[in-house]
């Protein structure tokens, strides 16, 4: 039974460009949510989606945009980068109609550095 | 908004014996799950522990076991019998039961780097 899986792993981009994280959840799952991780920081809630909709966004501005395909998988967009993006972005997957208790299954999140 | 407080940034320990990681949050929801989550070097993020609210028992999975204070907003985690492989960084979670369309946020604190000496 395959786990939440993320790539690419690392990545390294320029200020100004647009990046594309990628997340397919673990089977069964139907919800993707994506976390921004700072270094030495705890993780910080970007956005969710299910049903290919995004359901709740934390405090991030537009140039954050996401999708969830019809196979459940999904996508985190970034344009025009910034230093500040520079952060481990995590996937986390869950069952919506699952039990509540069950918290969520996490990726290995793709590193993304920006110079 | 709710938030989640780790106080302590680093807490080590020796092999075998025991040590407390401390967590407060705030919040004025009623019906709540609380996680432990451990994060290793390979980064991902892997469930240790979990709560729910409305339950007064504290919860215990092997080794791990929470000292939840409903009241006092408060969620320990106690590793007993520490092994090297609990070197990590844990962190605090909060989650509403959001329900519906929903499956709820979950809020981290900061985080406490653990070391396990031999």
């Known amino acids: 039974d395959a786990g939440v899986t993320q790539s690419p792993t690392h990545l390294i981009k320029t200020r100004g460009q647009q990046v594309t994280l990628r997340c397919s959840p673990k089977s069964g799952h139907d919800t993707v949510s994506w976390y921004q991780q700072a270094l030495g920081q705890g993780p910080q809630f970007i956005f969710q989606y299910y049903e290919e909709e995004e359901r709740q966004r934390g405090n991030f501005p537009d140039r954050f945009s996401g999708h969830q395909f019809p196979n459940y998988s999904s996508e985190l967009n970034v344009n025009a980068l910034l230093l500040g993006d520079s952060a481990l972005y995590l996937c986390?997957?869950?069952?919506?109609?699952?039990?509540?208790?069950?918290?969520?299954?996490f990726g290995s999140g793709t590193r993304l550095t920006v110079v | 908004a709710q938030t989640v407080t780790q106080s302590q940034p680093e807490m080590s320990v020796q092999e075998a014996e025991t040590v407390t990681l401390s967590c407060t949050y705030d919040?004025?929801?009623?019906?709540?799950?609380l996680f432990w989550y451990k994060q290793p070097p390979s980064r991902q993020m892997i469930l240790v522990i979990r709560q729910e609210a409305y339950k007064q028992q504290n919860a215990t999975e092997n080794r791990f076991s929470v000292n939840f204070q409903k009241a006092a907003k408060s969620f320990s985690l106690k590793i007993s019998d520490s092994q090297l492989g609990d070197a990590a960084m844990y962190f605090c979670?909060?989650?509403?039961?959001?329900?519906?369309?929903?499956?709820?946020?979950?809020?981290f604190g900061q985080g406490t780097i653990l070391t396990v000496h031999p």
């Open positions: 919040t004025s929801e009623s019906d709540y799950y």
């Open positions: 979670a909060y989650r509403a039961n959001a329900g519906g369309t929903s499956y709820g946020k979950l809020t």
């Open positions: 986390a997957s869950s069952l919506l109609s699952g039990p509540r208790s069950r918290g969520y299954t």
